[in-house]
């Protein structure tokens, strides 16, 4: 993948993986392997169902979808140089209906100021990601809109968040995987599983909303291995509690890696998302430079309303 670094005077490069901060734009690649060897024990997956550990892990997206409502951590640490920052977010996701809500905090590495960056509101739907507070010189009262079925890595990272439902469907492609052992998050049994998932595959077993976002993430990756290294984390009605994705890129500069993680708990919470109404979007230009690359008159919202 290209990413795109900027330098401000007196310090290393900062490199932060979303377009939130604005510094960094992915482009094709993505390469690792995951740790130890694939493991085709079988184990019990969701609602007792006995498989491969493989096959227990590709079924977590539809488990989520059937669950619904869910409550969210996520955080993304990026390294590139000897730089690290760490984006921070919090709210609630839909996996039916693939609707979310979260406040995302830039370090201050990122914002470029003294007093950091106001955290910024994201909502998430089927194919495209709404941010609230953007900066770079979009009125405070206004969204700007981005399809993600047209981003590289189908907002696996851009966004500062993972898309839940990405983080969940790229476990489709799940493929050497094998079974850590049981282990405990936030009072709740878990079975941990390693692996790697296949981008390629995950965008062909997509479910039909997710497909687009899914087939442009593999496009985009199609330069590198295709594949991520995981771990995953399903209680035992199959439900993943934890997941955690690590990307690796080809710089212009130096290498940047970026660990995604997702936490999940307060599954069946109400989920309560509005969209913007067409008014609210923001269609003209954002400041190109410290805050980030340009986003020019139409692109903020392109594609279809979901």
């Known amino acids: ?23 960094m ?10 740790g130890g060897e694939a493991d085709g024990r079988a184990v019990t997956g969701a609602s007792g169902a006995t498989g491969a550990p493989a096959a227990v892990v ?12 869910a409550e969210a951590h996520t955080s993304m640490e990026t390294a ?10 919090q709210g609630v996701y839909d996996f039916g209906r693939q609707l979310g809500r979260f406040k995302v905090v830039l370090p201050k590495e990122a914002s470029g100021s003294s007093g950091g960056h106001r955290p910024i509101t994201e ?38 968040v ?4 990405a983080a969940a469907e790229l476990l489709r492609g799940a493929g050497e995987v094998r079974y850590v052992g049981r282990t ?42 295709g594949t991520v290294p995981f771990d995953a984390y399903l209680d035992d009605e199959g439900l993943l509690r934890k997941v955690r994705h690590r990307f690796s890129y080809a710089a212009e500069g130096p290498a940047v890696s970026v660990v995604s ?20 979007i923001y269609t003209g230009s954002v400041q190109q430079g410290a805050d980030g690359p340009e986003v020019r008159k139409g692109e903020a919202r392109s594609g279809e309303e979901p």
């Open 58 to 69: 590709r079924q977590a997206a539809d488990a989520l979808a059937r669950a619904g409502g």
């Open 162 to 165: 993972t898309d839940p439902t």
């Open 25 to 34: 734009a992915v482009g094709a690649g993505c390469s690792g392997t995951a």
């Open 184 to 225: 405990e998050l936030a009072g709740v049994a878990v079975s941990h599983y390693r692996g790697t998932a296949d981008l390629g595959r995950a965008a062909r077993d997509a479910s039909p909303a997710s497909r687009g976002t899914m087939a442009a993430a593999a496009k985009g990756f199609e330069a590198g291995s």
């Open 261 to 280: 993680t997702m936490l999940l708990y307060g599954f069946g919470a109400r989920v309560s998302v509005e969209l913007p109404p067409d008014e609210d």
């Open 123 to 160: 909502l998430l739907a089927p194919g495209a990601l709404y941010m609230k507070h953007r900066g770079a010189g979009v009125p405070e009262d206004k969204w700007v809109r981005i399809d993600t079925t047209a981003l590289a890595d189908g907002n696996l990272v851009t966004g500062g």
């Open 80 to 89: 590139a140089g000897g730089t690290r920052l760490t984006i921070r977010g």
């Open 1 to 23: 993948m290209v990413v795109r670094q900027h330098r401000r005077k007196g310090r290393a490069p900062a490199v932060c993986a979303l377009a939130v901060a604005g510094v």
